[in-house]
């Protein structure tokens, strides 16, 4: 780089950390990932998509009470792993139960939050406190740590409460969460991962570490109907056999509740952003979520003013390429 000005080195240097793999002179290295999830069916494909993805290593998989209580959540987790049949064994860790809504979202997502498919529960690895191994993975990891949740914040805002920010190795954290221009879809304006618990959705917003937020107004985005379900016809396993299984509950409830016919894939956008980071554009603004307000609480503000006199303290993802990113998907979760 001896001939570029400094600004060009540092675009370079931020296209190759935005690039699917982090380049090393061994070769490509895969992204440590730890995903805190409430299993729920967008949660269950977005880890089979990243299960199935080679730009990440998913090293930890944590519960957290959202779609269900954490302890069901923490089932759903073995239930994908073991129907995807996995060889790998993640780190698995388990939230407290119901912190504060005691709202849960089996409307959406089935009685057993994966449409009522009651797939059996194959143990794993046992689990440990959510925050103490997220904390323990952050503190101890040789190279830089992406967390991504696709779960309302408990777990993440009482692990980020553990660590030193200065010497944890945290890359960023992505959160699926947040309705900024849209409405919301647990509360007039408030977005269910942030509803849920909006004091811990505050705490992480508020850290020091990089954040980038995939809000409702881009996973609404993109609307998946049963035409591109036809990608899953043929697959008798894995990924796309557990797609086949799912969509059809998730798709009638979308019927039902959003009166949308087809499906908005929340968590899965969220876990592209994290492996194909190279799709979607963000923008630097600032952020805060509403823990007092009657009507308001649990929703997410972004100070949008062309002259705001507050500084950033957030990325929000602002687009992406429609039909690459719906092609990315549906060719990594056609699987067997
Ligand atoms: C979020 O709420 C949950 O029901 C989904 O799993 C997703 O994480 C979307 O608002
Ligand atoms: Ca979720």
């Given at each position: 780089?001896?001939?570029?000005?400094?600004?060009?080195?540092?675009?370079?240097?931020?296209?190759?950390?935005?690039?699917?793999?982090?380049?090393?002179?061994?070769?490509?290295?895969?992204?440590?990932?730890?995903?805190?999830?409430?299993?729920?069916?967008?949660?269950?494909?977005?880890?089979?998509?990243?299960?199935?993805?080679?730009?990440?290593?998913v090293h930890a998989v944590t519960a957290a009470s959202g779609n269900l209580p954490a302890e069901e959540c923490l089932k759903n987790i073995h239930r994908i792993y073991g129907?995807?049949?996995?060889?790998?064994?993640?780190?698995?860790?388990?939230?407290?139960?119901?912190?504060?809504?005691?709202?849960?979202?089996?409307?959406?997502?089935?009685?057993?939050?994966?449409?009522?498919?009651?797939?059996?529960?194959?143990?794993?690895?046992?689990?440990?406190?959510?925050?103490?191994?997220?904390?323990?993975?952050?503190?101890?990891?040789?190279?830089?740590?992406?967390?991504?949740?696709?779960?309302?914040?408990?777990?993440?805002?009482?692990?980020?409460?553990?660590?030193?920010?200065?010497?944890?190795?945290?890359?960023?954290?992505?959160?699926?969460?947040?309705?900024?221009?849209?409405?919301?879809?647990?509360?007039?304006?408030?977005?269910?991962?942030?509803?849920?618990?909006?004091?811990?959705?505050?705490?992480?917003?508020?850290?020091?570490?990089?954040?980038?937020?995939?809000?409702?107004?881009?996973?609404?985005?993109?609307?998946?109907?049963?035409?591109?379900?036809?990608?899953?016809?043929?697959?008798?396993?894995?990924?796309?056999?557990?797609?086949?299984?799912?969509?059809?509950?998730?798709?009638?409830?979308?019927?039902?509740?959003?009166?949308?016919?087809?499906?908005?894939?929340?968590?899965?956008?969220?876990?592209?952003?994290?492996?194909?980071?190279?799709?979607f554009k963000t923008r630097r603004v600032w952020c805060d979520v509403e823990t007092e307000g009657?009507?308001?609480?649990?929703?997410?503000?972004?100070?949008?003013?062309?002259?705001?006199?507050?500084?950033?303290?957030?990325?929000?993802?602002?687009?992406?390429?429609?039909?690459?990113?719906?092609?990315?998907?549906?060719?990594?979760?056609?699987?067997?």
């Amino acid at each position: 780089m001896c001939c570029l000005t400094a600004r060009e080195a540092a675009l370079i240097v931020e296209i190759r950390r935005q690039t699917r793999y982090i380049r090393t002179r061994e070769g490509p290295v895969k992204r440590k990932i730890i995903v805190d999830t409430d299993p729920g069916i967008d949660d269950a494909l977005a880890l089979a998509l990243l299960v199935k993805s080679p730009e990440v290593t998913v090293h930890a998989v944590t519960a957290a009470s959202g779609n269900l209580p954490a302890e069901e959540c923490l089932k759903n987790i073995h239930r994908i792993y073991g129907f995807l049949r996995i060889e790998e064994k993640p780190l698995i860790g388990m939230g407290p139960d119901w912190p504060r809504s005691g709202e849960d979202a089996r409307h959406i997502h089935g009685k057993d939050g994966l449409a009522n498919t009651y797939l059996p529960v194959f143990l794993r690895n046992a689990a440990q406190p959510a925050a103490k191994l997220i904390a323990s993975i952050l503190t101890g990891s040789a190279e830089p740590v992406t967390i991504l949740a696709l779960a309302p914040l408990t777990n993440i805002a009482d692990a980020l409460d553990r660590i030193d920010f200065h010497t944890a190795k945290v890359e960023r954290i992505v959160l699926m969460g947040g309705a900024f221009h849209v409405p919301g879809n647990a509360s007039p304006l408030g977005e269910f991962n942030i509803h849920h618990d909006p004091e811990a959705a505050r705490r992480v917003i508020n850290s020091p570490l990089p954040v980038t937020i995939v809000p409702l107004d881009i996973t609404t985005r993109l609307v998946f109907t049963v035409r591109d379900f036809d990608a899953f016809a043929k697959c008798r396993r894995g990924a796309g056999r557990l797609a086949r299984n799912l969509l059809p509950f998730y798709l009638q409830a979308h019927r039902r509740y959003h009166r949308l016919d087809g499906v908005h894939l929340h968590d899965v956008i969220a876990a592209a952003v994290v492996a194909a980071g190279d799709l979607f554009k963000t923008r630097r603004v600032w952020c805060d979520v509403e823990t007092e307000g009657e009507i308001t609480r649990g929703t997410t503000v972004a100070d949008d003013r062309p002259f705001t006199p507050r500084e950033p303290n957030v990325e929000v993802v602002s687009s992406f390429d429609e039909k690459a990113l719906k092609n990315f998907i549906l060719s990594r979760l056609a699987t067997d």
